[in-house]
């Protein structure tokens, strides 16, 4: 069994978990696409089978959230599961917020929040952080497409979407969003809405996902529905299969292969040369 499922993460479970329970369910090997944190719920897409072969191809699609920041106070996590180490009392208006947006669009050098998975000399931020050491992580370069405010939800806590790309920490956005505000804030709650094409009115539970089992599951050539074709000529089609050197007619980018209406994989030019950086033949 090969594809992808779109599930609807419940919070408090974590992205392994979810993987974990996949794994069980379809008795195929599996991973998440761009993991959530437990407080977090929505879209988790999670490959399955062979589709596992398109991970690096496609955790780095642009994400959908909602999000709830809250101002005032803040938290050792950046959200809502942490301590409180600071309280300040300034609250910003919805004027204030939609000003300070404004400044979060586009490309951003963002700290990662020290409770997280970012690997420091070969140790995950957040076990040294709950060891008590000093963490400091260096800022990576993200970029949010788009960061609107959507209402006031109480004296303190804003309704925010954000579309932006993989790796966008949202807990720094709180941070740092706040901080443009001379206050200080956390991330309250997060429902991711869209993770790439998978969007969360197509989304199952676990327990529809147990139900249903194999029909939850997309073709694995559903997320490249984007990615342009490159038919090979049939006297190719030993050549591209055993991997000898074919002339490549494309120049750059990825592009679906296809030789005598046979789908090999993902294909690039690598010296004028076809490249299959992700083989997927026979996998449907």
Same mark, same amino acid.
């Given at each position: 069994? =090969?594809?992808?499922?779109?599930? +609807?993460?419940?919070?408090?479970?974590?992205?392994?978990?979810?993987?974990?329970?996949?794994?069980?369910?379809?008795?195929?090997?599996?991973?998440?696409?761009?993991?959530?944190?437990?407080?977090? /719920?929505?879209?988790?897409?999670?490959?399955?089978?062979?589709?596992?072969?398109?991970?690096?191809?496609?955790?780095?699609?642009?994400?959908?959230?909602?999000?709830?920041?809250?101002?005032?106070?803040?938290?050792?996590?950046? @959200?809502?599961?942490?301590?409180?180490?600071?309280?300040?009392?300034?609250?910003?208006?919805?004027?204030?917020?939609?000003?300070?947006?404004?400044?979060?669009?586009?490309?951003?050098?963002?700290?990662?929040?020290?409770?997280?998975?970012?690997?420091?000399?070969?140790?995950?931020?957040?076990?040294?952080?709950?060891?008590?050491?000093?963490?400091?992580? &260096?800022?990576?370069?993200?970029?949010?497409?788009?960061?609107?405010?959507?209402?006031?939800? /109480?004296?303190?806590?804003?309704?925010?979407?954000?579309?932006?790309?993989?790796?966008?920490?949202?807990?720094? +956005?709180?941070?740092?969003?706040?901080?443009?505000?001379?206050?200080?804030?956390?991330?309250?709650?997060?429902?991711?809405?869209?993770?790439?094409?998978? @969007?969360?009115?197509?989304?199952?539970?676990?327990?529809?996902?147990?139900?249903?089992?194999?029909?939850?599951?997309?073709?694995?050539?559903?997320?490249?529905? @984007?990615?342009?074709?490159?038919?090979?000529?049939?006297?190719?089609?030993?050549?591209? @299969?055993?991997?000898?050197?074919? &002339?490549?007619?494309?120049?750059?980018?990825?592009?679906?292969?296809?030789?005598? =209406?046979?789908?090999?994989? +993902?294909?690039?030019?690598?010296?004028?040369?076809?490249?299959?950086?992700?083989?997927?033949?026979?996998?449907?």
């Amino acid at each position: 069994m =090969n594809g992808f499922v779109n599930v +609807l993460k419940p919070v408090g479970a974590t992205a392994s978990d979810i993987v974990v329970c996949v794994k069980h369910i379809f008795r195929e090997k599996a991973g998440h696409l761009g993991t959530l944190d437990p407080g977090a /719920s929505g879209v988790l897409p999670i490959a399955v089978g062979q589709a596992t072969k398109l991970f690096d191809f496609l955790t780095n699609k642009t994400k959908y959230y909602r999000a709830f920041f809250t101002f005032g106070k803040t938290t050792d996590t950046l @959200d809502s599961y942490g301590t409180v180490t600071e309280t300040n009392g300034t609250l910003p208006n919805a004027d204030d917020v939609s000003v300070a947006l404004k400044h979060f669009c586009g490309q951003l050098n963002q700290v990662p929040p020290v409770f997280s998975a970012k690997s420091v000399n070969g140790v995950r931020a957040y076990k040294l952080a709950r060891s008590g050491a000093q963490v400091e992580l &260096k800022p990576r370069t993200v970029t949010v497409y788009g960061i609107d405010l959507v209402s006031r939800l /109480s004296a303190d806590t804003f309704v925010i979407d954000i579309r932006c790309s993989g790796g966008t920490y949202i807990r720094s +956005l709180a941070r740092d969003i706040a901080a443009y505000c001379g206050t200080v804030g956390y991330m309250s709650g997060l429902i991711r809405l869209q993770s790439g094409c998978f @969007d969360i009115a197509r989304a199952y539970t676990l327990d529809e996902v147990r139900e249903l089992k194999e029909s939850c599951l997309t073709d694995t050539l559903f997320p490249l529905s @984007d990615v342009e074709e490159c038919v090979f000529a049939d006297s190719q089609y030993d050549d591209i @299969d055993f991997g000898r050197m074919v &002339k490549c007619p494309f120049d750059s980018g990825y592009r679906k292969v296809y030789c005598k =209406n046979v789908f090999f994989g +993902l294909g690039v030019n690598e010296g004028g040369y076809l490249k299959i950086k992700y083989y997927l033949k026979n996998v449907n």
